[in-house]
Nanobody, 115 residues
């Protein structure tokens, strides 16, 4: 079992920055894949970024060059640095982990970007 707790969301103006954190309840050293998804009102949940246990990253086209995913295995935490935020980035952001073939999700944190 892995519990994931997101934090760092909030209200920010367009062009601003936020850093989301995802704290895991156990060591993430052996968790192959962790990432962030988001879900805007009335829309399907979409992948934002992922990072493997060796640091390989993937980004959705909509956030490339603006968002950076990273992980600190010593702190059991994954981060999402979000810069140059746009109103269309407004969504609930969810942390996810894949371990031993099972998917784990956090409760989500709200990010609202005002124009």
């Amino acid at each position: 079992q892995v519990q994931l707790v997101e934090s760092g969301g909030g209200l920010v103006q367009a062009g601003g920055s936020l850093r989301l954190s995802c704290a895991a309840s156990r060591s993430i050293f052996s968790i192959n894949n962790m990432g962030w998804y988001r879900q805007a009102p009335g829309k399907q949940r979409e992948l934002v970024a992922t990072i493997t246990n060796i640091g390989s990253t993937f980004y959705a086209d909509s956030v490339k060059g603006r968002f950076t995913i990273s992980r600190d295995n010593a702190k059991n935490t994954v981060y999402l640095q979000m810069n140059s935020l746009k109103p269309e980035d407004t969504a609930v952001y969810f942390c996810t982990a894949v371990r031993a073939g099972k998917d784990y999700w956090g409760q989500g944190t709200q990010v609202t970007v005002s124009s």
